[in-house]
């Protein structure tokens, strides 16, 4: 797959302010098969996998969206709770 379709699946998961739905995504961008979206999905969800990534994938509350990983929240919240001792 190009490198587009991912690159446009990224920006819109990023600017939405919720999860957004399968059948959001295909309409928002209706020159993508059903197949290609989910091959666009799987490849931002590959990308987001590996431990050097500051994001992940999630598929929440019927959508999907771009989030933080668990470990990295903790992260931030300690290293903020440290500068606020300060």
Not at 4 to 13: K, N
Not at 16 to 34: D, Q
Not at 36 to 60: F, H, I, K, N, T
């Amino acid at each position: 797959m190009s490198p587009e379709p991912v690159a446009a699946l990224e920006a819109l998961l990023f600017a939405s302010p919720e999860p957004l739905p399968r059948e959001r995504l295909a309409e928002l961008l209706p020159e993508l098969s059903a197949e290609e979206l989910a091959a666009a999905l799987a490849a931002l969800r590959a990308r987001y996998a590996s431990p050097q990534s500051g994001l992940m994938l999630d598929e929440v509350a019927g959508g999907f969206r771009l989030g933080l990983p668990i470990l990295l929240l903790i992260a931030g919240v300690v290293i903020w709770l440290k500068r606020r001792k300060r």
